[in-house]
């Protein structure tokens, strides 16, 4: 069964800092990634995604992410912290049929704070 | 940008009611999903819809659940005798078409069960 996992639910940085976010996942067909942002009282927003082609992907707001296929990872990463990138990040798997009944199965999330 | 949209953001209901959540999804979009968050939980799947019917759901989608896109435009979610354990954040989402993959997300009804 496909399962994601975070490591770490809360990650604190200084701003201008680099920001690693860790997502490990489990899937028995190639998976399809996904990293979504939780700002406070806020929907969830795709920042970036993975289903085939070039491996690294970028996302909006600077942030971007690497299928690791060797080590089922799909890290988020961004060069510099900035203030308003605290919120909550989720990684996603997509799973499902050829089409579109693809549910998403979610890590845990981090809770990204960054000081000032 | 279209967006899809929930309401109400907030509901608190006694054990036993029913409640309805509702969602607009984006105005061209095919198939449907809600998810739940407990807090302090993962994001569960509960449902998917397309062509107006359950395409699939989860153990947590049990006979109290149901779904409907009413008019075309709506797609509800039905709670109908909500337990203590119903209490979570209910997210909708929407997909365009056979062939993309992105999810698109409301903003959420928070659901607290007294």
């Known amino acids: 069964a496909q399962s994601v996992t975070q490591l770490g639910s809360h990650v604190s940085v200084s701003e201008g800092a680099l920001v690693l976010l860790r997502c490990n996942y489990s899937?028995?067909?190639?998976?399809?990634l996904f990293w979504y942002v939780q700002y406070p009282n806020q929907g969830l927003q795709l920042l970036l995604k993975y289903t085939t082609g070039a491996t690294l992907v970028k996302g909006i707001n600077g942030f971007e992410a690497e299928f690791k296929k060797s080590e089922t990872s799909f890290h988020l990463t961004k060069p510099s912290a900035h203030m308003s990138d605290a919120a909550e990040y989720f990684c996603?798997?997509?799973?499902?049929?050829?089409?579109?009944?693809?549910?998403?199965?979610w890590g845990l999330g981090t809770s990204l704070a960054v000081n000032p | 940008e279209p967006e899809v949209t929930q309401t109400p953001s907030h509901q608190v209901t006694q054990m036993g009611q029913e409640v309805i959540l509702r969602c607009v999804p984006i105005s061209n979009h095919l198939y449907f999903y809600w998810y739940r968050q407990i807090l302090g939980q993962k994001v569960e799947f509960l449902v998917s819809f397309y062509n107006n019917e359950i395409s699939e759901k989860s153990e947590i989608f049990d006979d109290q659940f149901s779904v409907e896109r009413p008019d075309g435009s709506n797609f509800t979610l039905k709670i109908r005798s909500t337990k203590l354990e119903d209490s979570a954040m209910y997210f909708c989402?929407?997909?365009?078409?056979?062939?993309?993959?992105?999810?698109?997300f409301g903003p959420g009804t928070r659901l607290l069960v007294l």
């Open positions: 899937s028995s067909v190639p998976p399809y």
């Open positions: 989402a929407s997909i365009g078409a056979r062939g993309q993959e992105t999810q698109y």
């Open positions: 996603a798997v997509s799973v499902g049929n050829a089409g579109n009944n693809r549910k998403l199965i």
